[in-house]
């Protein structure tokens, strides 16, 4: 476990460095960004000066890590607001985005991954699939343009953005979260479903199952006693990466809706040059992804008696 | 310095025009309804996330622009032809080699009660050209201000005192972050300016700001009681006002306008003449140091199918000149055609055939890829070759400024002089064709200290003339302002941005009214 804490430490601290070095090897700086098309040479070497952004950059890095160790992220370089506001206000919308989706796409991953898996080849499973794999073939941003021009825009269903909602906003109106919520399940049930469908498979085909079967177990029993722990397995794996990648999803939708989250305030942050937002904002990006990797490792070492025993 | 009486310049008409500014309200294209008082007006704009402000002397992002002119004042607006419309200011004055002016002020208040006095505008100018802050957008417009020797002569009179002529003093005071605040503010946490609307709350989470309506505002209260004004990205901006979320979606692009033209869910407005869309060649360097080059590629350039492709048709092909439908443009300069045949002629004579340059692109504004894209597979009829390189697009505009040879430019809507003054004088931070003319530089003083309007503008055009063959910007069209309004808003004008009727939400309602 420590040797976990000391390795999810060391990973962090790599994170940062490299981002902190991949932004500062993009071209300009805030002095460049702040002043856009008003650039004016004389201008930005006032603010530079006043943003220490003359100092070589290990100076600059040494000076954020310093910082950090204190538990100060820093000051946004554009807006001059300390970095962990920013990051407390952005990140409650896109937890609870993260969160709403993982609500409906683990049942729903797990339910019809399972059926599918239980009646291979059957007309379900058949219709699962090609469904799955074809939603998974269509980027986020493109189903995110098409439900709002048909649900939002010509249905008047459902609002097309979020616009000017926070995170208790998105709670108390969840007609907000619909659509977000829907993009996002998109790629990530059919991602997970495949996972829970290979899973039962695999569950299926052991000999501990096919004795069970042998012995004369009513087949609902065999289901849910022996096959379903085992296909949770690599299914809670593959939660772990799915809430990795929606990070990804996040991303697009949040600008497509108009969710006032980390994703969108990542963006603009590295569009600003604005270095300690982007710090702040990754490693906490970061170390949420270690945590849910962590989290899922040990629900698998409690649910799984092999894994169990292996750790 | 004594001002005499012939040394009025356009602040005569202007002091006189002060019932010409009400009628300026009403917008001309809709039907004399009865405006309705009332409701909450919400309007989206394109943002910048943490570097959104309510500070009006560092204006970046257009929705602060739109939120400090609710907030606050400027002594002058821009009309549509970037001529001046007096505001807080109600007429002025100078002497006549235009170094001493005298502005009269109108009788406002900010939101506090207190009255706006000659103190508060100097106060103003002096916070824009502190020179120990930095990034205020107004500096280079004030460049010429003498602030130890203006004065107030009187709370309603303020006297700016000049250290080399500058004529067109009124338009420049209209500019970027020129907003007119109460001296001593340092702070704008809870900003107090005199516009139309009190601020009421900001949220920089949501990027939110409400504002309640000013009753006691000189030009009379506006209708809405209450106006939200947001950002959000080029998407979901459209999809808020087509969604009902908006009543005002600001900067769409030419594909919205095609759409939803047509279909009628929203009223798309757009304002003719709003941006320069153009190529700007560095003529400080190989091969466009050579004219015959440079008139090469001009030739080159098929601006009618730059402007139907890239702008969807929305707006007009350009003459290599900033500034159509602008004051002092010349329009009498015969349109620059498109001949590829004269061009491969130009390029022999030069020298120069098999021509093959990189052109440095990005996304970094409207169109700029396919603009480029497109005028690679252009030239090529002319025997050029184009390389595109793709830089990034973050830091574009000032990349250009220093690298490449041939880049993309554009500019939105400012008083031609405010552009040469800018973009195309020796000394300009912006001039990226790198364009250096002791001539053109001369020419613009003398004109700076020519009362004459005549006389002015036939600089002006001369120097247009002068600047259009050699100076190394290919100006192919002049782009649209595109918004959009919800059918439940009344009243809304399509004006290009930067201009005084340009995200104005004190004369606009909500409610039938055509």
Redesign the interface.
Known sequence: MCARLGWAVGQLSCLALLVFLGTAA???DA??????????????A??RA?LQLDDPVWTRFGRWLADLCRGDLGR?L??G?PVGT?IA??AAPTLVLAGATLLVVVPLAGTLGFAAGVREGSALDRVLTTVTVALYAVPDFVVA?LV?ALV??RL?LL???A????GATLLTRPELLVLPVLVLCCQSTSSLSRQVRAGALDALGTGYVAQAVRLGLPRWRVLLRHVAPNAVAPAVQSTARVISSLVGGVLVVE????V?GLA??L????????VP?VQGITLVLGAAVLLVNLAADLVVARVVPRARERA | MPLSRRALLTGAAAAAGVVVVGACGAPPDTPPAAPRHGGRL?A?FQG??????LDPHAP?PWVDQARHKALFDKLTELGDDMTPVPRLALGWQANPDATVWRFTLREARFHDGRPVTADDVLASYARILDSAA????G??LLGELDLANSRALDPRTVELRLRAPVVELPTRLAG?GMAIIPAGTGDFGRPVGSGPFRFESF??????MLATRFDEHWEGAPYADQL?I?S??L??RG??V?????HYADDLDPTFARIHEADG?VRVIRAPHSGMQAFAAKVDRPPFDNPDVLGALALTIDRQRLVDVVLAGKGEIGNDLFGKGYQYYADDLPQRPHDPDQARWLLRRAGAENLRVTLNTADAGTGFVEAATLLAEQARAAGITIDLAT??K??Y???I?DNGVLVNES?GAMPIPNHASTHLLSSA??NVSRYRSPEFDAAYRNAQATGDTGRRTAIYHDMQRRFRDTGGLLVWGHSDWIGATAPALSGAVAAPANTLNWARFDRVWIGAGA
């Open positions: 993009l071209s300009g002095a460049v960004t702040l002043l856009g098309d008003g650039y004016d040479p004389g201008q930005a006032r603010l006043r946004s554009v807006g607001e920013v206000h952005a343009l709002v939002s825009v008047r609002p097309p953005t616009l000017g909602a926070d600008v497509v809706f108009a006032p969108s305030e963006i603009s942050a590295v569009a600003a040059r604005d937002t | 919400r989206v910048g996330g943490s570097k959104e402000t970046r930095a990034g205020r957008r500096t280079q970027t949220d920089a989470g949501t990027s939110s939200e947001l959000a990205g998407q979901a999809n808020a087509l969604g009902g979320q908006a869910a830089v990034d973050d830091t505009f000032a990349d400024l500019v931070a912006q």
